[in-house]
């Protein structure tokens, strides 16, 4: 079951906005951010159509199996921001290796009815998705977090990831995770340094050569968590 909402405080103060935890009925709205921030920052359908298949397979372990590790951001009572994750990295591999057997058989049906952008996607998946990701830590804590580009910052990422950070350590974890995209024009890995993160790997991501005038990078992240109190 989830953890009763709760407003998370930090030492930054930002009118009209608040982070809290996840409840069930921010679902929709969490799938809806997914798919509106997943291509880059900004809607997902230019080079992936299927919404429904594209918010399963990034954001359905963590709203259905361990909704406790995830939060949102509210501003003015809308929800605008997310940050999802997982102190439990093998129940989720488990999940995944079924949810994407689901979910492949669900694409390979469709495949015939896609467009063409949706189909050089999912040839990218086939054959160089595996190669391109970068190294992430095994057995370790982890997150991702999209926020519409209205309340994105570093006041509202902190607050964010604060409100993780101190979930994680009060359950003994030590190290988290977190994969960001980032590319010349985009703050990325840079920020996440100033929150006491070091960039483990990264490696370009090749689908978005037709898409974007510039290399994107998908970056590993990883923090080393000082015990809580």
């Known amino acids: 079951m989830p953890a009763a909402a709760s407003s998370i405080s930090t030492s930054e103060s930002v009118p009209g906005v608040i982070i809290r935890r996840y409840e069930p009925r921010d679902r ?11 291509f880059l920052g900004k809607a997902i359908d230019p080079v992936f159509e299927d919404r429904e298949l594209f918010a399963d397979y990034l954001t359905r372990y963590y709203t259905d199996i361990e909704p406790e590790s995830s939060f949102v951001l509210e501003e003015n009572g809308v929800v605008k921001g997310y940050l999802l994750g997982s ?9 995944n290796f079924f949810n994407n057997l689901a979910l492949f058989t669900r694409g390979m049906a469709k495949y015939p009815f896609y467009n063409e952008p949706t189909r050089d996607f ?3 998946i086939l054959r160089n ?3 391109e990701v970068p190294t992430t830590p095994r057995r370790c804590a982890h997150f991702h977090f999209n926020m519409l580009p209205e309340v994105q910052g570093m006041a509202n990422t902190g607050k964010l990831m604060n409100g993780y950070l101190e979930h994680l350590r009060s359950k003994g974890v030590r190290q988290v995770y977190g994969q960001v995209v980032t590319f010349e024009t985009r703050r990325g890995a840079k920020l996440f340094e100033r929150y006491g993160f070091q960039v483990l790997d990264r490696r370009e991501i090749t689908k978005y050569r037709k898409a974007h005038p510039e290399p994107v990078y998908l970056t590993t992240v990883l923090k080393e968590l ?3 109190p």
Do not use: M
Request: hydrophobic share 35%; net charge positive.
């Open 28 to 38: 929709k709205a969490v799938r809806f951010l997914c798919c509106e921030t997943g």
């Open 122 to 124: 999912i040839g990218w």
């Open 129 to 131: 998705s595996w190669r």
């Open 87 to 95: 102190y439990r990295p093998f129940r989720q591999q488990l999940f």
């Open 226 to 228: 000082e015990p809580g």
